[in-house]
């Protein structure tokens, strides 16, 4: 999404630009690289699965088996489940040096990591029986990624690695299919040890950042700006945006402005040498659905269910309006980051959240922090990941 506003401010700011475009620039090879190359790249075991849902379709999902220095460790060893957010995929955890990202810290830890792809993005675009070119394939939004696909992916790691429980790791919209599954599926919850919620989203009443002018369209606005398939998918135009603009040094400070519009500012926290391969992978897409689901929750401030007019509700929901899920019903030890400086997870929101959660084990707001600190912070090891670790020595 901020590559399409970077290319139009780009586009006329290139006649007053003397930089030549033939200048010499370091871009990252993993802007042209898939997810299981990008963990090779970095030395680390890659593992690649296709996860089947109960409605047909097909998830990929990525695993870091173990890290660089424990791969003759003897023994099952314990598993964490990490899930990306709206617009991401499973790249979020890795973009970063091994050092600074989540995925690979983590299996250097001794944990087997597995990395989940919400259906429709750049990763997930396959059903046993319908085309993406097929309106029916982009009929989803949150509702069907928890009633459907975590279950799918959480009960796939099950039987594949032997383990009867695992961590699960949720990043925004991440937390939100989480924060509705455990709560409407208690043999699902009972599969988690410990859910760590980062910049947890349920409740967006108080959302600051310009994806809530959604709002101010319909949902027949938006379906005639938008489509009534994909919305913001990943292409090969991204990929060379973000070479060729978002790798060079005068156009990074626009390419990040650009992210910290959306998602709160905190630039001082960011690798700006890591910016083309941030920009490269995201937005990864998802079904203008989800979005139209989004802009609702923000509308109603509450977390429930897709509102797709009296004759859809009548045939999903048995009533005319969409249910509301209940987070208070959600047993699973749950601990909470969030930052303050989060325009997508508002600490008006999270703090309206925490009063919900039942059996919070922790939280800890960061002063500084934006939407984006969780994944690609330069600080987040320091703040975030070691004190994720030690709870799970806590919770084993």
């Not at 973009?95 to 600074?100: E, G, V």
């Not at 490269?280 to 509102?307: C, E, F």
Request: proline letters at 5%; one cysteine or more; aromatic letters at 12%.
């Amino acid at each position: 999404m901020w590559l399409a506003v970077a290319v139009t401010f780009v586009i006329h700011g290139t006649q007053s630009v003397q930089e030549p475009f033939e200048d010499n620039h370091n871009i990252n090879p993993e802007v042209w690289m898939n997810i299981t190359e990008m963990i090779s790249y970095r030395g680390y075991p890659a593992e690649e699965y296709n996860v089947e849902t109960e409605d047909g379709y097909i998830l990929t999902i990525q695993r870091i088996p173990h890290g660089k220095e424990n791969e003759n460790d003897i023994g099952p060893k314990p598993v964490v489940l990490l899930q990306h957010g709206l617009l991401a995929d499973a790249s979020n955890w890795i973009t970063n040096m091994a050092n600074n990202s989540l995925g690979f810290i983590l299996a250097d830890a001794g944990y087997d990591v597995w990395m989940g792809n919400s259906r429709g993005n750049t990763w997930s675009k396959q059903h046993k029986t319908l085309s993406v070119k097929q309106k029916e394939f982009w009929a989803f939004s949150y509702d069907e990624m928890a009633k459907y696909d975590l279950p799918a992916v959480i009960h796939f790691i099950v039987q594949k690695t032997g383990q009867e429980q695992l961590y699960y790791v949720g990043h925004s919209q991440g937390t939100t299919i989480a924060f509705i599954a455990f709560s409407t599926m208690p043999q699902l919850a009972r599969r988690i040890k410990l859910y760590f919620a980062l910049a947890p989203v349920a409740s967006t009443k108080h959302v600051k950042s310009p994806l809530a002018k959604l709002t101010l369209f319909s949902d027949t606005v938006i379906k005639m700006l938008f489509g009534s398939k994909e919305f913001l998918p990943n292409t090969y135009f991204d990929e060379v945006i973000s070479a060729e603009i978002c790798s060079r040094p005068i156009f990074k400070k626009l390419c990040t402005n650009v992210m910290f519009i959306l998602a709160g500012f905190d630039p001082g926290n960011l690798n700006m040498s890591r910016v083309d391969v941030y920009t490269a992978h995201a937005p990864a897409g998802t079904s203008v659905q989800n979005m139209i689901h989004w802009k609702q929750s923000i509308q109603s401030g509450v977390l429930r269910a897709y509102d797709g007019g009296t004759d859809y509700n009548m045939a999903h929901y048995n009533q005319r309006t969409p249910f509301i899920y209940n987070v208070t019903d959600m047993k699973v030890p749950t601990a909470v980051w969030s930052g303050k400086k989060d325009w997508l997870a508002t600490p008006m929101d999270v703090d309206f959240l925490l009063q919900e959660i039942r059996n919070l084990t922790y939280h800890n707001r960061i002063r500084n922090w934006n939407h984006l600190d969780f994944l690609w912070g330069l600080d987040a090891p320091e703040f975030l990941y070691k004190e994720m670790i030690n709870l799970m020595k806590k919770y084993p």
